[in-house]
């Protein structure tokens, strides 16, 4: 059988806007040149005075054989006066660098196919994920090859499946629909690890979703109760986390966030959890800010991008407690932009998510310090995880 290309319409929709960007990614990253490229771009006439101060030769490896380093304000001096770039100008996309050529752009190859997506840590892509109404039509075209790949495990592809189909089709609140995925993954894990069939997995989604018509899921949710004390834990750890990694946590787009937040400290200059709560549930949810329907979005999207539970060093419990996190941290920055704005704006709300973006899924490091949070704090459970969701 031909080998397939699978696509969300998200992906066809991208298209860089270059200067009217409102995190541009050519500022603050570390943009590293192949041997090709690097010769090429000191080589051109239009480019050799600027590569001189603006290129590094590093000679690591034929893939990392040189660096860029960015002027005072954190720009590639590559851009020209009309912030376009000036390699891609007078020597085209093949002198780029790697990240300059693929970014926001991200391919995977499962089993014998490929599946394309985008960083949402790019604006224009969860501004195009979160509101496009088309963003999430999928298409599966012959690639052209026949390739033979390492098959991909049959608990992961069903447990994609089934989490996708308990969020889209089961009558659930995005909330509810994660604690059904988490009891699902539970299973999962079982059977990732040896300890139970594959039938089990068959058993429990069909359980599953005869819980969520009898309104069980529903009912379970609602009896998880809201605990304070771990939110703000949780919070307050990861939101430092994030300010020390995050590359950007000095310009004006991420210090506005900080702000926010900062407005809803208490007395003792201490995080508020419960007025960040009590804002989400008493002006967010009553606005007419379509959260559910955002939220949707974003569960799909991390779930296809990821290829939900699918990971390389963590367990499916973990991967599905990141997920919740995310969710978690992104309504808090929503809650205080709004309680700072008494509104939230697209424009707003792509700023969230991408802002957390940046550092979530660029940053391994970033994983890493939040697994062990979960672990201080006791939120390493499905009914743990899913009470940092819970509003008073």
Not at 11 to 23: H, Q
Not at 59 to 65: G, I, L, Q, T
Not at 316 to 341: G, H, T
């Amino acid at each position: 059988m031909e080998n397939l290309i699978i696509k969300p319409n998200y992906v066809s929709l991208f298209s860089c806007i270059g200067p009217k960007c409102s995190d541009s990614c050519c500022n603050d990253w570390m943009i590293t040149f192949d041997k090709q490229s690097y010769k090429k771009t000191i080589s051109n006439k239009y480019l050799a005075d600027i590569a001189k101060f603006a290129l590094m030769e590093t000679k690591d490896s034929e893939s990392d054989w040189g660096v860029i380093k960015l002027d005072k304000q954190g720009a590639c001096p590559f851009l020209n006066s009309q912030k376009l770039c000036q390699i891609h100008d007078k020597e085209g996309e093949d002198a780029l660098s790697y990240t300059c050529k693929t970014y926001p752009k991200r391919d995977q190859i499962i089993g014998n196919d490929k599946y394309k997506s985008v960083y949402l840590s790019c604006p224009e892509v969860a501004r195009i994920v979160l509101f496009e109404q088309e963003a999430f039509i999928f298409s599966a075209n012959p690639s052209g090859t026949k390739s033979t790949h390492q098959p991909s495990p049959t608990w992961l592809e069903k447990s994609y499946e089934y989490s996708l189909d308990l969020l889209l089709n089961c009558g659930l609140t995005w909330q509810e629909a994660l604690l059904a995925i988490g009891l699902l993954i539970k299973t999962s894990q079982e059977v990732s690890e040896g300890t139970a069939s594959v039938d089990k997995l068959d058993s429990r989604y069909q359980q599953l979703q005869t819980m969520a018509q009898k309104g069980i899921i529903s009912k379970q949710f609602e009896q998880i109760p809201y605990t304070e004390t771990p939110q703000t834990q949780t919070f307050v750890a990861i939101h430092d986390a994030l300010c020390t990694l995050h590359s950007r946590s000095e310009r004006q787009r991420f210090i506005s966030i900080n702000d926010a937040i900062s407005t809803l400290c208490t007395e003792e200059n201490q995080y508020s959890i419960k007025d960040i709560n009590k804002v989400w549930s008493e002006k967010v949810a009553s606005s007419k800010i379509e959260a559910d329907e955002i939220f949707t979005k974003f569960v799909i999207y991390s779930m296809f991008h990821n290829h939900f539970p699918m990971h390389e060093k963590q367990k499916p419990e973990q991967v599905f407690q990141q997920l919740v996190i995310d969710c978690f941290m992104v309504r808090c920055y929503l809650a205080s932009v709004f309680n700072q704005n008494q509104r939230l704006s697209n424009e707003d709300i792509v700023k969230c998510f991408q802002v957390y973006h940046v550092v979530r899924q660029h940053k391994p490091k970033f994983i890493e310090i939040i697994q062990n949070i979960l672990k201080d704090f006791n939120l390493t459970s499905i009914p743990a995880a899913i009470s940092l969701l819970k509003t008073p």
